[in-house]
């Protein structure tokens, strides 16, 4: 999990400001009905010390859709999108960490959905070159809400309020992540990232309808398990089963792939060649080691040209030169 920071610089109202300086209004929808839209995307150096972000494209069109349904107007070209995300790498990234963006779209002007207007805003936060240590996890006794109540298909910021419920529940037996289940009692979803239980030799992965995002990370993973000869099957899944799986494993842009150690306070099967294969490979890929045709990296500017960029931007954001 990325630690709580505050970085010197936000995107917002189209331009860097100063954390500080980043604020929304009470009376707006983002505020009053927790109305936002957002993705979590992930920026790796390369093994060529050249840093790029994951699939940019698809959670650009993500945000897209979870807009659309959230009926949040959202004309901003991919261009500008991906702008405005390299403006801020360039003010923020250093050498020495990787980053995790936060693109949102916050809902500043509008009543119960007339006249919505919303602002982009891009948040940046650091992260440690490392692959992730293996998690104890538990099953929450919260479960993930239905398609007609509140979609698990939108990113929205409200929809992590079960997420949270579920972490708060799970932080004194120890656990660091949890699992929700949906409502007829099969597994959904982890808080922030998709469930892989391997059975026999096959990745197993419940499909978006039994409450699952539509995650961006899971479609590499299955592109990486067909390479790699693993077979992937997406269906639903049982809790006991999680309880008897030979692997488990979480995945999300954020949570990579990580392997599982333990479940409900149950040691799982010192067996872990099948997610430890995929979470190698995975780093490979988004590190450029081995490059993987399905996952599409994109390459900001080189560093000096965004880092003039954002001193520009900077300049522009001086409350005594608007
Ligand atoms: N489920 C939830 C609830 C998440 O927050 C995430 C992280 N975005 C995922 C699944 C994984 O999605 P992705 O691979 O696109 O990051």
Redesign the pocket.
């Known amino acids: 999990m990325v630690k709580l920071q505050k970085p010197e610089f936000v995107y917002m109202g189209g331009r860097l400001r100063s954390w500080d300086d980043a604020v929304l209004h009470i009376g707006c929808e983002a505020v009053t009905r927790g109305l936002s839209v957002f993705?979590?995307l992930k920026g790796y150096w390369g093994v060529d010390s050249r840093f790029r972000i994951v699939e940019m494209r698809r959670?650009y069109e993500?945000l897209q859709r979870s807009a659309r349904l959230l009926h949040i107007p959202f004309d901003t070209p991919f261009e500008r999108y991906e702008a405005a995300i390299y403006d801020l790498a360039g003010a923020l990234l250093g050498p020495d960490r990787d980053m995790w963006f936060r693109t949102s779209l916050y809902a500043i002007e509008g009543h119960w959905g007339e006249g919505t207007a919303a602002d982009l805003v891009v948040t940046a936060y650091h992260t440690d070159k490392v692959v992730p240590e293996a998690v104890n996890i538990g099953v929450s006794t919260w479960r993930r809400s239905v398609d007609l109540a509140l979609p698990?298909r939108i990113?929205t910021g409200t929809?992590?309020q079960v997420?949270r419920l579920a972490r708060i529940e799970g932080r004194p037996r120890g656990w660091d992540d949890m699992v929700l289940l949906n409502q007829e009692g099969r597994v959904a979803?982890?808080?922030?990232?998709?469930v892989l239980m391997v059975r026999d030799q096959t990745v197993y992965t419940p499909p978006a309808t039994e409450g699952?995002?539509?995650?961006?990370?899971?479609d590499v993973v299955e592109s990486l398990a067909t390479s790699l000869g693993i077979r992937f099957v997406r269906r639903p899944i049982d809790r006991t089963e999680l309880l008897i799986a030979d692997e488990l494993g979480m995945?999300?842009?954020?949570?990579e792939v990580t392997l599982v150690r333990s479940i409900d306070g149950f040691e799982l099967p010192r067996r872990t060649a099948i997610l430890q294969a995929l979470q190698t490979s995975y780093f490979n890929a988004v590190r450029a080691v081995a490059p993987c045709p399905s996952l599409e990296l994109f390459l900001p500017p080189s560093t000096a040209d965004t880092r003039s960029m954002a001193v520009h931007g900077i300049a522009r954001a001086n409350p005594n030169t608007d």
């Open positions: 993705e979590g959670h993500r698990a990113k929809n992590y997420a979803e982890g808080t922030g990232s998709c699952a995002l539509e995650s961006i990370t899971l995945c999300g842009t954020l949570a």
